[in-house]
């Protein structure tokens, strides 16, 4: 049967819900694991209006730092260059990948991905706007082809809350890259919205945190992906 609601509304929140899950006849198997997980796998979450402004100050911030960091680059020209701690991954068409070591962690890494993309950014956004775990299974499932499961675990702010951001949320994803390798799963807090960068252009924006709480516990015997800063 479809994932049910896994949220209480509030008066603060929206009154969307996290049904609509994808038809579970397939059934995944990892060291005895079964997938799509059990409706009530994952409990309820509960956030209070100060945890909400909370994570809504950090994605802030983060978009912050992101347009001021896009604005240097843009600032080096047409073929930028970089130095040390950062060095080119590669660069494909209007795209330039980078890389900098994280010294504290030989297994960590921070990335950035600078560049142009024909389209619009609204349709982009739109490709990632999911407010049921189905919305977000599919998605998944297209850009990387090889997804597991996925689960809306709360919808916070959606389109319907008319907040000043489009979509934020709470999210788990699985992805099987190989049978050779563990599941991956990642629970993490996505915020989606539309703004202005530092020379007043329009953009549109999409922030991923990792997230550790209780109410997403790691999956037994599965290997937790770390997430991208």
Same mark, same amino acid.
């Given at each position: 049967?479809?994932?049910? $609601?896994?949220?209480? *509304?509030?008066? @603060?929140?929206?009154?969307? $819900? @996290? ?30 209006? &100060? ?24 600032? &080096?020209?047409?073929? *930028? ?24 962690? *030989?297994?960590?890494?921070?990335? #950035? ?37 996925a689960a809306v675990l709360? $919808? ?14 709470? &999210? ?10 563990? &599941? #991956? ?34 999956? *037994?015997? @599965? @290997? ?6």
């Amino acid at each position: 049967m479809p994932r049910r $609601n896994m949220t209480t *509304p509030t008066p @603060s929140l929206s009154d969307s $819900n @996290s049904s609509g899950r994808r038809d579970p006849g397939e059934t995944m198997h990892d060291n005895g694991g079964h997938f799509p997980l059990p409706d009530d796998y994952f409990p309820e979450i509960h956030l209070t209006p &100060k945890e909400i402004a909370n994570y809504e100050s950090q994605m802030q911030e983060i978009v912050k730092n992101a347009l001021a960091e896009y604005e240097l680059h843009e600032a &080096k020209g047409t073929y *930028p260059v970089y130095r040390s701690p950062w060095s080119v991954v590669s660069k494909v068409e209007g795209l330039t990948t980078i890389k900098k070591e994280t010294p504290d962690s *030989p297994t960590a890494s921070q990335a #950035r991905i600078f560049g142009r993309i024909n389209g619009d950014y609204r349709h982009f956004i739109d490709f990632f706007y999911a407010e049921t775990s189905a919305e977000l299974f599919a998605w998944n499932q297209f850009m990387f082809g090889y997804a597991t499961d996925a689960a809306v675990l709360k $919808n916070i702010h959606t389109v319907a809350s008319k907040k000043k951001c489009l979509y934020m949320g709470i &999210k788990w994803t699985c992805l099987n890259p190989s049978p050779l390798v563990k &599941k #991956r799963d990642n629970c993490y807090m996505e915020y989606l919205n539309y703004t202005k960068d530092l020379r007043g252009r329009d953009v549109g924006v999409r922030v991923t945190l990792p997230l550790d709480i209780p109410e997403c516990p790691e999956l *037994p015997k @599965s @290997s937790r992906l770390n997430g991208f800063d």
